[in-house]
């Protein structure tokens, strides 16, 4: 009977023990992880940057003498230059729409034409929106008095979207320096992540999930991400050229729709019909049209050179991960989502199918 009680107390005091340890690495993970959450989107953009833009690094490491640090700084540099051409097309377009806004308000040239009487037909909204429209059209102060309250919500919320952009655009900017602080230090990154890996899943699968997520990473970052950039920017090109009104604006809506993977020419094609309505057929307006439709489609022919280089990854997923990490994270989330979105899933269909030999489906086994 004592040995029973005595292997009992043991047992009680060894569980004990391990509550206690376990409660007291819960609080620390969670104390360390409310103290790193603020910096979490952050690092984890800087983190996608640098696996992106690795390979580059390692082709022009040997030109410059096999510095790291040297050829880390010289691409961020150069990234966070080219960047720049549409923060400045953005800015630049918020700047004369504000300005255009107040001498029209100003000067009071801003008319609303009357609406055509067909309008009062139209089914259930017809007279109402005729009537508004009219109101408008003979007294748009008293119109405007009436909408104050809600336009004074709506403008605070816009004005906050575009401060939104403008931290997403400072933060893109941070990220690419530290993604050059990770470049730096890319090898003993890279045999660090393999460590981390064999650590959480064995030292025979360890190396292949570090393989799989990189390559994921890279995958999405150059076929969604690299691909909508580049849209973007041919695209706003040619709206700069042509001195289309909020030109980088719409640049921008561009690179959303090519990051939720929705056609660009959603935007090009409105912007062609404005063009052809404003200044008539002329050759510079037809070479604007075909260029912007080329621009637009320019994704058809990317994806497969560059999204096909690493792994297949459904475009739903990537749809999903665009807008919930927008939802989430604002503008930054809008990148980060499909990205991680997309390892994840990579990860659960390799747990799927990396089974052992004897815990097959009994469907396979009957067969």
Known sequence: MLPTLTSEKALSRGLLDVLIRAGLIAVLVIFCFQIFHPFLDLMLWSLILAITLYPLQGRLKGKLGNNEGRTATLIVLIAIGILMVPIYLLGTSIADSVENALAMVKTGS?????????????????????????????????VLKKLLP???????????????????????????????????????????????????????????????????????????????????????????????????????????????????????????????????????TIIFAIYSLVAGM??????????????????????????????????????????VLAVGYQLFWQWVEDQPQGDEPSEQKQT
């Open 110 to 142: 801003f008319h609303i034409p009357p609406p055509g009487e067909s309008v009062a037909s139209w089914p259930l909204v017809g007279q109402t929106l005729y009537d508004f429209w009219l109101q408008a059209a003979t007294d748009l102060t008293g």
């Open 150 to 284: 809600y336009l004074k919500g709506a403008s605070l919320s816009l004005l906050g979207k575009l401060a939104g952009v403008g931290v997403g655009l400072l933060m893109f900017i941070f990220a690419l320096i530290i993604a050059g602080i990770f470049m730096a230090y890319g090898d003993n990154g890279s045999r660090s992540a393999v460590l981390i890996a064999s650590r959480i899943s064995g030292p025979d699968r360890g190396p292949r999930i570090a393989t799989l997520c990189t390559a994921t990473i890279r995958a999405v970052a150059q076929g969604v991400v690299g691909i909508a950039f580049i849209q973007m920017l041919l695209v706003g090109v040619g709206f700069v050229v042509m001195g289309i009104p909020g030109a980088g604006l719409l640049a921008l809506a561009a690179l959303l729709l090519g990051i939720m993977q929705l056609p660009v020419v959603l935007i090009s094609l409105p912007v062609i019909g404005y063009v052809f309505a404003t200044e008539g057929a002329s050759v510079a």
């Open 298 to 339: 320019a994704d058809n022919v990317l994806k497969p050179l560059l999204l096909g280089r690493g792994v297949d990854v459904p475009m739903p997923v990537i749809l999903i991960g665009a807008l919930g990490g927008m939802v989430t994270s604002g503008i930054i989330g809008l990148f980060i989502g499909p990205v």
